[in-house]
């Protein structure tokens, strides 16, 4: 099972670009690297996954290098409504089983 | 389109005490999860069913039981709640991408 490495928390302001960075040195060759958000009294929330290079949804972009052993979530132009917990999973591509979850970023927008 | 429907959302329970936590999904997903988060923590695997009829332990699987009822249902039982199990439960699915987490359970054992 690869462990995940992520910072505890970050701070920013309404309208930066916020990127948060996991490691995950120990990925398997099927591994696949999804990101999650969870807002206080709520479950996860499933944000965008990648296996390699880069991914971009309406919500997120997913960096990921050549040797996957890090990847980095970029959420462009934050607004006080992206305040939440951050989750980097490494797993099969369901995301499932015995995939382990860290204790997450937690990123604080100011306004 | 409920998604992942979690029962109750709230519950104190005595120590001793004993109860099923409920978990219902509509997206026909096969597989199904139960995990715990204490305060300020990430989640932890109690339980998971990759499929209907299938169970298998997660991290912490101690002090509960799972029944995989049909591929809609599964619920978590707590025999003798202890105070250690104080936090909230969340139910999840999946099936291809990531998982569908419910709402979550919020239980106290005093």
């Known amino acids: 099972l690869a462990k995940t490495t992520q910072p505890i928390s970050m701070d920013s302001y309404e309208g930066q670009e916020v990127n948060i960075t996991c490691s995950h040195n120990?990925?398997?060759?099927?591994?696949?690297i999804t990101w999650y958000q969870q807002f206080p009294s709520q479950g996860p929330r499933f944000i965008i996954q990648?296996?390699?290079t880069k991914v971009t949804n309406e919500v997120a972009s997913l960096f990921i290098p050549a040797d996957r052993k890090s990847s980095t979530l970029s959420l462009p132009r934050v607004s006080l409504s992206d305040t939440a917990v951050y989750y980097c999973?490494?797993?099969?591509?369901?995301?499932?089983?015995?995939?382990?979850f860290g204790a997450g970023t937690r990123l604080f927008v100011k306004a | 389109n409920a998604g992942v429907t979690q029962t109750p959302k709230f519950q104190v329970l005595k120590t001793g005490q004993s109860m099923t936590l409920q978990c219902a999904q509509d997206?026909?997903?096969?597989?199904m999860y139960w995990y715990r988060q204490d305060p300020g923590m990430g989640l932890r695997l109690i339980y998971y069913?990759?499929?209907?009829?299938?169970?298998d332990k997660g991290e912490v699987p101690n002090g509960y039981n799972v029944s995989r009822l049909n591929k809609r249902e599964f619920s978590l039982r707590l025999e003798s709640a202890a105070p250690s199990q104080t936090s909230v439960y969340f139910c999840?699915?999946?099936?291809?991408?990531?998982?569908?987490f419910g709402s979550g359970t919020r239980l106290t054992v005093v």
């Open positions: 069913s990759a499929s209907e009829g299938t169970t």
């Open positions: 999973l490494v797993g099969d591509h369901t995301g499932g089983f015995k995939t382990i």
């Open positions: 999840a699915s999946s099936e291809g991408v990531g998982y569908t």
């Open positions: 990648g296996y390699k």
């Open positions: 120990n990925i398997a060759t099927n591994d696949y």
């Open positions: 997206m026909n997903h096969n597989s």
